[in-house]
């Protein structure tokens, strides 16, 4: 591809056209880029058109760009918002000095790290999902999919743009690298656990963008805060397109809810209706929020703490923290020691996995309480779990705790977790429902309410697919 069309195809505000060495690297890597989404992308809806907001601009009001594209032809462009000026380090050992324009020397190999970590996150996702397509429940919702993949993929492209620009040699090759690892793969998974785990229902795709997206914004909120200024742009950017896969969640239970709600109310069992019954949609939201708590790490953490002592890493919303170099605080947490449940202070630093999972809870309980307010209806209430149930990082993993938090012994755990957590059963139902694809404008499926109000003003029997054609 020549570098003009290179720089017609990828919307940017970064001065992709003069810079030479940028330009290189990522005429090398688009094609291989393509191949991968080819591959991995959506399954069977490559050459559709889709109704699709593309990002042409950082500018709040006209950054959304609303058309018919076919995904393979998407313009996955590369944007920071724009620069604070005059910039300082928000926490750590360098609090005040110039924010970094370019990566410091002794904290190179720890950025690059944590560039991957989170970049690894983007297209493990779009793999994931790449086969929801085949059983959607709407037009509408198959659109909302392929806007929460395609957006995944540029935020694939904000990641390797940094490990372009700022990383050289070993950057290309991690650039490289994040196209070739595949998600559930034995040989060569994502870095992440919960990237790995398959979802390959509707239900599960709506408790991912719900809770897994979650933990993204709580990354890219502490990612925001960083030290090195491009860093903290492009995350402060694709926050922006974040807000709407969570909104697709979040809608998505909704929906379900209402539904099974609906079905409650004239006096009939949603399973038998063909929807999906309230204690069922708990297990998977049981499953979901705690694959996704995993997320954040260990309770106490050398590592964190080295992240935010170099200002690499902060909390989120860090300005709102009275002490941003907390050397001296405390932070108090249930801890599990010798065998049991202790409530200790731990140095402030080596609890920032902690107190970022703090905010993401909080955050998770008032989805929750917006959940709960159509269940309320029908008497019935959501809860999260325990932060010490079914975990398999940190110091809870390897032991047996109920949904409340106590706990128990595996025998009583493994006689009860088919209450807790999806069964085989319990997924071979969700996944009959789903046997049949909706692609009829207007129509939806049986187990899920009909939105609200359609995307960008559309009415919600638009077509936001072209599926019926071509
Ligand atoms: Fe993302
Ligand atoms: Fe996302």
Same mark, same amino acid.
């Given at each position: 591809?020549?570098?003009?069309? @290179?720089?017609?195809?990828?919307?940017?505000?970064? &001065?992709?056209?003069? *810079?030479?060495?940028?330009?290189?690297?990522?005429?090398?890597?688009?094609?291989?880029?393509?191949?991968?989404?080819? *591959?991995?992308?959506?399954?069977?809806?490559?050459?559709?058109?889709?109704?699709?907001?593309?990002?042409?601009?950082?500018?709040?009001?006209?950054?959304?760009?609303?058309?018919?594209?076919?995904?393979?032809?998407?313009?996955?462009?590369?944007?920071?918002?724009?620069?604070?000026?005059?910039?300082?380090?928000?926490?750590?050992?360098?609090?005040?000095?110039?924010?970094?324009?370019?990566?410091?020397?002794?904290?190179?190999?720890? $950025?690059?790290? @944590? +560039?991957?970590?989170?970049?690894?996150?983007?297209?493990?996702?779009?793999?994931?999902?790449?086969?929801?397509?085949?059983?959607?429940?709407?037009?509408?919702? !198959?659109?909302?999919?392929?806007?929460?993949?395609?957006?995944?993929?540029?935020?694939?492209?904000?990641?390797?743009?940094?490990?372009?620009?700022?990383?050289?040699? &070993?950057?290309?090759?991690?650039?490289?690298?994040?196209?070739?690892?595949?998600?559930?793969?034995?040989?060569?998974?994502?870095?992440?656990?919960?990237?790995?785990?398959?979802? =390959?229902?509707?239900?599960?795709?709506?408790?991912?963008?719900?809770?897994?997206?979650?933990?993204?914004?709580?990354?890219?909120?502490?990612?925001?805060?960083?030290?090195?200024?491009?860093?903290?742009?492009?995350?402060?950017?694709? $926050?922006?397109?974040?807000?709407?896969?969570?909104?697709?969640?979040?809608?998505?239970?909704?929906?379900?809810?209402?539904?099974?709600?609906?079905?409650?109310?004239?006096?009939?069992?949603?399973?038998?209706?063909?929807?999906? *019954?309230?204690?069922?949609?708990?297990?998977?939201?049981?499953?979901?929020? =705690?694959?996704?708590?995993? !997320?954040?790490?260990?309770?106490?953490?050398?590592?964190?703490?080295?992240?935010?002592?170099?200002?690499?890493?902060?909390?989120?919303?860090?300005?709102?923290?009275?002490?941003?170099?907390? @050397?001296?605080?405390?932070?108090?947490? &249930? $801890?599990?020691?010798?065998?049991?449940?202790?409530?200790?202070?731990?140095?402030?630093?080596?609890?920032?996995?902690?107190?970022?999972?703090?905010?993401?809870?909080?955050?998770?309980?008032?989805?929750?309480?917006?959940?709960?307010?159509?269940?309320?209806?029908?008497?019935? =209430?959501?809860?999260?779990?325990?932060?010490?149930?079914?975990?398999?990082?940190?110091?809870?993993?390897?032991?047996?705790?109920?949904?409340?938090?106590?706990?128990?012994?595996?025998?009583?755990?493994?006689?009860?977790?088919?209450?807790?957590?999806?069964?085989?059963?319990?997924?071979?139902?969700?996944?009959? $429902?789903?046997?049949?694809?909706?692609?009829?404008?207007?129509?939806?499926?049986?187990?899920?309410?009909?939105?609200?109000?359609?995307?960008?003003?559309?009415? +919600? *029997?638009?077509?936001?697919?072209?599926?019926?054609?071509?």
């Amino acid at each position: 591809m020549s570098n003009v069309s @290179l720089n017609e195809k990828i919307p940017n505000n970064v &001065d992709l056209s003069s *810079d030479k060495r940028l330009q290189r690297a990522l005429e090398q890597w688009q094609p291989e880029f393509l191949s991968w989404w080819k *591959d991995m992308g959506p399954e069977g809806f490559q050459e559709k058109d889709v109704y699709l907001r593309t990002a042409v601009s950082v500018d709040p009001k006209g950054w959304a760009h609303f058309d018919y594209v076919r995904m393979p032809e998407y313009r996955w462009g590369i944007f920071l918002a724009d620069p604070v000026p005059n910039r300082t380090i928000g926490f750590g050992d360098a609090f005040g000095q110039p924010a970094w324009q370019e990566v410091p020397g002794e904290h190179r190999n720890t $950025l690059r790290r @944590l +560039i991957v970590t989170q970049g690894d996150t983007e297209p493990a996702s779009v793999e994931q999902q790449r086969r929801l397509g085949q059983t959607c429940p709407s037009l509408y919702d !198959l659109r909302n999919l392929f806007q929460v993949n395609v957006e995944e993929g540029r935020h694939l492209w904000a990641m390797v743009y940094l490990l372009h620009s700022y990383f050289g040699r &070993d950057g290309r090759e991690e650039a490289e690298a994040l196209l070739q690892r595949r998600s559930g793969d034995q040989d060569k998974p994502r870095i992440l656990g919960a990237f790995n785990e398959p979802c =390959t229902d509707w239900l599960s795709f709506f408790m991912f963008t719900t809770f897994t997206d979650r933990d993204g914004k709580y990354q890219l909120l502490a990612l925001a805060e960083s030290g090195f200024d491009p860093l903290s742009r492009t995350c402060r950017f694709m $926050l922006t397109e974040e807000a709407h896969h969570l909104f697709v969640g979040e809608m998505g239970i909704s929906r379900i809810i209402q539904r099974a709600a609906q079905l409650m109310k004239e006096g009939k069992d949603p399973r038998q209706e063909g929807a999906i *019954d309230l204690p069922t949609i708990q297990k998977y939201m049981n499953f979901w929020y =705690t694959v996704s708590l995993d !997320l954040f790490g260990s309770e106490v953490s050398t590592n964190a703490a080295n992240f935010f002592g170099a200002g690499l890493k902060g909390r989120a919303k860090e300005e709102t923290y009275a002490d941003h170099v907390a @050397l001296e605080g405390a932070y108090e947490m &249930d $801890l599990y020691e010798d065998g049991k449940l202790v409530r200790r202070s731990v140095p402030m630093r080596t609890a920032m996995n902690e107190v970022l999972r703090d905010a993401y809870i909080d955050d998770c309980a008032k989805v929750l309480n917006r959940w709960n307010k159509h269940a309320a209806e029908v008497g019935f =209430t959501f809860t999260l779990p325990s932060r010490r149930f079914h975990r398999n990082q940190g110091l809870f993993a390897g032991k047996y705790f109920t949904p409340e938090g106590r706990e128990i012994g595996q025998a009583e755990y493994e006689a009860q977790q088919a209450a807790w957590l999806p069964t085989d059963a319990d997924r071979a139902y969700v996944q009959s $429902l789903m046997v049949n694809p909706v692609y009829q404008p207007g129509h939806y499926a049986n187990w899920i309410a009909p939105p609200a109000k359609g995307v960008n003003d559309q009415p +919600i *029997d638009f077509e936001y697919v072209r599926y019926n054609e071509g």
